[in-house]
Nanobody
Framework: VQLQASGGGLVQAGGSLRLSCAASGRTLSDYGMGWFRQAPGKEREFVATISWSGGITYYADSVKGRFAISRDNAKNTVYLQMNSLKPEDTAVYYC?????????????????WGQGTLVTVSS
């Protein structure tokens, strides 16, 4: 599975962005998916995860109520809608896929990673 993340950019605090993660090589419908992020000088951290059907989602406390993960299996794409962005959301965002139908908050649970897309939130 190859994952391509896109949609990052520069946005002012309070603004919105939608990230996309497009998969090729295999259908994503059997995979749990996740979004992670890594800020400069920090470790990669969990952001959001979604089950194969989209029926179960889970978020980091820091983004709960502001971010929404979704998926369109027909398009082989996963999304991360980010609203009310804050400067502390600035990071490279990575999408990941795991060979299980459920999602996970753990980096080690994922088998495939995209290349990352940079989100910069100015104050």
């Amino acid at each position: 599975v190859q994952l391509q993340a896109s949609g990052g950019g520069l946005v002012q605090a309070g603004g919105s962005l939608r990230l996309s993660c497009a998969a090729s090589g295999r259908t994503l419908s059997d995979y749990g998916m996740g979004w992670f992020r890594q800020a400069p000088g920090k470790e990669r951290e969990f952001v959001a995860t979604i089950s194969w059907s989209g029926g179960i989602t889970y978020y980091a406390d820091s983004v709960k109520g502001r971010f929404a993960i979704s998926r369109d299996n027909a398009k082989n794409t996963v999304y991360l809608q980010m609203n009310s962005l804050k400067p502390e959301d600035t990071a490279v965002y990575y999408c990941a896929a795991r060979r299980r139908t459920g999602g996970s908050t753990s980096l080690g649970a994922y088998d495939y990673w995209g290349q990352g897309t940079l989100v910069t939130v100015s104050s």
